[in-house]
Each structure stands twice: as structure tokens, then as C-alpha cells.
T-cell receptor, first 108, second 113 residues
């Protein structure tokens, strides 16, 4: 079992829709949870972090964490073509572990 | 300001060359990291420095040699690399080792010929 699992996609959504990205992790001792956006050929950009159970909202982005289910998600409201990228879920236990990433495509 | 800078942006080197990658941050972060990223793969941790001391070496071959001259600078010295070492090399920093959010620099695209 991989430490951090994501559906590789691509996830295709129409412009203006909600994109839902999901991630599960195996280490129950994980304490910090991050979502990075990576455009092709560029470095990862931190877009959300969450440390406690529940929802955290920042603009069009909402991160959701459920430690009991070992599940973290990212919702992107009003998706734009510029949101098209690979989204990396990352989890900290004794080191930062990345999922393989989900490719998101927003079609105009 | 969450800026991490890296130089050079691109580097082409032969297998007998010696080169260095540089990383700098002025956010007062005390932890700095080197990652390697191959195409269509997530970043892989190579080294971690915490308070200027090497804390983690992820069994990286000795042809990669990290150095942390001070709390703002991180270098990666390269020698006798192999073509399979061609990748995007990313530097990151965080306030505290492995606890807080990590901010990445733009990376150095390395090609070994």
C-alpha cells in the first residue's frame, strides 16, 4: 500500500464547476496535510494546508480533513481553465510524502 | 514573502564535470530541503538540513554532496553524475523541520550528457 494515494486522473470538469480532488494516507501518525499545484515544467506551489479535522476555506479552495478515515480532499469552486494542472497531496509524518498527483483539466 | 530562489535555472553537464546548485531563502526558515523530481513523478526527498545541520540523507549516492553554509543558503555539489540523474532539482524551506508548510523554489533543470 502506498503511503499517500491519489487518483491519477485526468479529472475533467467544465469551467465554473466544482472540482473535487481526493487523497488517502496510511500513516495514522500524520500531522500535517498539504495541497500543492504544479504546472507542467514548473515547481510545486503550495495552495492549501490543514492540520486539524474539518474544513478550511481560502478563496475558491476548500481543504477537508478526516483523520479517522485518513482522508483529505480539496474542492475548487468556480473552476477556471487556469486551474488546469497536477495537484499533489502531501502528508507529513516523519517526512513529507507526496502522492503521485491528480491531473485536473478544466474545459472552457 | 514566501520566496525561495534557485540558480541556475538550467544546467547541462557532462559526466566528468563538477557543478553546484544554489538555493537561498530570506524568510527566517530553519529547515531546508533538496528534492529530485523526474517527469510525471512526485518530488522525492534527498536531503534535509535543520538549523544548518544535516538531519536526513535519503540514501543518496555520494556523487551528490549537500552543504549548508548558513541558515539562508543551501548548496548541492554535483560530480561524476550519470545520465539518469537528469531531473528537476527542487529546493524547499520551512520554518520548522518537517512540521510546517514547505515552500519550493523554481527548481534547476539538470541534464547530464
Amino acid at each position: 500500500q502506498k503511503e499517500v494515494e491519489q487518483n491519477s486522473g485526468p479529472l475533467s470538469v467544465p469551467e465554473g464547476a466544482i472540482a473535487s480532488l481526493n487523497c488517502t494516507y496510511s500513516d495514522r501518525g500524520s500531522q500535517s496535510f498539504f495541497w500543492y499545484r504544479q504546472y507542467s515544467g514548473k515547481s510545486p506551489e503550495l495552495i492549501m494546508f490543514i492540520y486539524s479535522n474539518g474544513d478550511k476555506e481560502d478563496g475558491r479552495f476548500t481543504a477537508q480533513l478526516n483523520k479517522a478515515s485518513q482522508y483529505v480532499s480539496l474542492l475548487i469552486r468556480d473552476s477556471q481553465p487556469s486551474d488546469s494542472a497536477t495537484y499533489l497531496c502531501a502528508v507529513t509524518a516523519n517526512k513529507l510524502v507526496f502522492g503521485a498527483g491528480t491531473i485536473l483539466r478544466v474545459k472552457s | 514573502d514566501t520566496e525561495v530562489t534557485q540558480t541556475p535555472k538550467h544546467l547541462v553537464m557532462g559526466m566528468t564535470n563538477k557543478k553546484s546548485l544554489k538555493c537561498e531563502q530570506h524568510m527566517g526558515h530553519r529547515a531546508m530541503y533538496w528534492y529530485k523530481q523526474k517527469a510525471k513523478k512526485p518530488p522525492e526527498l534527498m536531503f534535509v538540513y535543520s538549523y544548518e545541520k544535516l538531519s536526513i540523507n535519503e540514501s543518496v549516492p555520494s556523487r551528490f554532496s549537500p552543504e549548508c553554509p548558513n541558515s539562508s543558503l543551501l548548496n548541492l555539489h554535483l560530480h561524476a553524475l550519470q545520465p539518469e540523474d537528469s531531473a528537476l532539482y527542487l529546493c524547499a524551506s520551512s520554518l520548522i523541520f518537517m512540521r510546517d508548510e514547505q515552500y519550493f523554489g523554481p527548481g534547476t533543470r539538470l541534464t547530464v550528457t
